[in-house]
């Protein structure tokens, strides 16, 4: 069974601290990985994804790749009450829209 | 709006009822991917088309399920004789093919409830 593992949360975070939001994975197959947020009752958003280990930085948010621990994980600077949302991980093993998510990391950004 | 259109957007019926839900893609998209989400869970991968071919359907798809986009734009999802356990959000997703990073935009989602 491929998986995607995350911690289900809530990860709680004051106003412009740094959420960091993490996510494993099981099948050495996945090659990119992709970071979705969902406000409640409403569609996954594509903010990132990343398919080379390392960093990958766009504005306040950074992924980061680690294939040798199956590791990816999430940074989302200077956190806004806007951020509160749910955060799915998700892998593909080939180049389509066919992605293994995970059952998302729920974050509140407190004022 | 230019982006992906589901319809219904709530959808409630009785058990052993067929439905069937609509999903027209960004246009310019040749990808349609269908996906599955209960509550507390991520999105679950049913089925896609590249044009109107259905190139991959997943093992867990009972045959009861049944998608098409017989002209490579409009793709409908049919669940027959449906099933308490069929109670779930059906998320339609497009994309243009190609290369690592395929970013499927998503629908708003049909909710199914099935008494």
């Known amino acids: 069974q491929k998986e995607v593992e995350q911690n289900s949360g809530p990860l709680s975070v004051p106003e412009g601290a740094i959420a960091s939001l993490n996510c494993t994975y099981s099948?050495?197959?996945?090659?990119?990985f992709f970071w979705y947020r969902q406000y409640s009752g409403k569609s996954p958003e594509l903010i990132m994804f990343?398919?080379?280990?390392g960093d990958k930085e766009d504005g306040r948010f950074t992924a980061q790749l680690n294939k040798a621990s199956q590791y990816v994980s999430l940074l989302i600077r200077d956190s806004q009450p806007s951020d509160s949302a749910t955060y799915l991980c998700?892998?593909?093993?080939?180049?389509?829209?066919?992605?293994?998510f995970g059952q998302g990391t729920t974050l509140q950004v407190k004022p | 709006d230019t982006g992906v259109s589901q319809n219904p957007r709530h959808k409630i019926t009785k058990r052993g009822q067929n439905v069937t839900f609509r999903c027209d893609p960004i246009?310019?998209?040749?990808?349609l991917y269908w996906y599955r989400q209960t509550l507390g869970q991520g999105p679950e991968f049913l089925t896609y088309?590249?044009?109107?071919?259905?190139?991959?359907k997943s093992r867990l798809l009972s045959d009861r399920f049944s998608a098409e986009r017989p002209k490579g734009s409009f793709s409908t999802l049919e669940i027959q004789r449906t099933e308490q356990g069929d109670s779930a959000m059906y998320l339609c997703?497009?994309?243009?093919?190609?290369?690592?990073?395929?970013?499927?935009?998503f629908g708003s989602g049909t909710q199914l409830s099935v008494l």
């Open positions: 246009s310019e998209h040749n990808r």
């Open positions: 997703a497009s994309s243009t093919a190609g290369g690592a990073g395929e970013k499927l935009f």
């Open positions: 099948d050495r197959g996945s090659q990119s």
């Open positions: 990343i398919y080379s280990n």
């Open positions: 998700a892998g593909s093993s080939g180049n389509t829209g066919k992605l293994i």
């Open positions: 088309f590249q044009n109107e071919a259905q190139l991959e």
